[in-house]
């Protein structure tokens, strides 16, 4: 079954193994490191209108990819995260919703829209890391933050 799950997502998926953690690395600049090597990875391929990013530690609903996707396809959002604490509270049925949802990052997965890869590439390349990389990524995000959602049921855990 193992082989068969890891055959199957080598076919589908582009994997990018992150550097690992050393005792001399900090671990701040090295998950911003490992963030924008994946990104640009992904600039080097053909994205269409973006991209995921999961971490391997990350489970993942069944039918994640078609709810995103649905979403994406009638939002054009620039950014979903997959993990967020629910800002807001919606009626009791089990449908998953999308908020809107600016703020502090959870880094377990996300959906980037080719153009914010670009600009957050782009800010590293050109700035210094000066605060914990989930900070400094909300704020070089607030340029999108009317384009930022994220799911309630999580799409993940």
């Not at 911003?32 to 090597?37: E, P, Q």
Request: aromatic share 16%; net charge positive; charged share 25%.
């Amino acid at each position: 079954k193992r082989q068969k799950l890891l055959l199957y997502i080598k076919n589908n998926y582009q994997l990018i193994e992150g550097d690992k953690l050393t005792e001399n690395t900090n671990i701040n600049t090295l998950s911003a490191y490992n963030h924008v090597k994946m990104w640009q990875k992904a600039l080097e391929t053909e994205l269409g209108q973006g991209a995921f990013f999961v971490e391997d530690s990350i489970t993942l609903f069944d039918n994640w990819k078609c709810i995103i996707q649905e979403f994406i396809n009638n939002k054009n959002p620039k950014v979903v995260k997959f993990i967020a604490k629910p800002e807001r509270f919606f009626d009791n049925s089990d449908d998953i919703k999308f908020f809107d949802c600016w703020g502090p990052f959870g880094m377990k997965g996300y959906y980037l829209s080719t153009d914010v890869i670009k600009h957050c590439v782009n800010y590293f390349k050109n700035n210094t890391l000066n605060k914990p990389f989930e900070l400094e990524l909300a704020n070089i995000l607030q340029k999108f933050y009317k384009e930022i959602y994220s799911s309630f049921p999580k799409i993940g855990l």
